[in-house]
């Protein structure tokens, strides 16, 4: 092989590697570790990736942020623990649908 094809073997190799497409993120992962670490929930990852994609669902259906804000608030929930499922709700919408934010 001669120098100027190595070059350009070379050369369209590293384009290749550049143009690679990344990985798909894992947004289960990312929200959960959200969760985990900013909040104190004790629900188990199923329930709250399925909490979290359930917001996404009603937002898709028509319903608002302030929708979802008037149902929480709606809960029996105290205050703090009122707060906390805001949260959990609100990192949910931001990784799942941030289209919704």
Not at 47 to 60: F, I, T
């Amino acid at each position: 092989m001669g120098k100027l094809a190595a070059i350009t073997l070379a050369g369209a190799l590293l384009l290749a590697g550049c143009s690679a497409p990344e990985p798909p993120i894992d947004k289960d992962a990312v929200y959960l570790k959200l969760v985990h670490e900013k909040t104190g929930s004790t629900s188990s990852d199923s329930d709250l990736v399925d909490m979290a994609k359930g917001a996404c669902g009603q937002l898709k259906d028509g319903r608002t942020m302030k929708d979802l804000q008037n149902d929480v608030a709606a809960t029996g929930l105290t205050q703090t623990s009122k707060l906390e499922l805001a949260r959990i709700v609100g990192f949910g919408v931001g990784v799942y649908c941030p289209e919704f934010l």
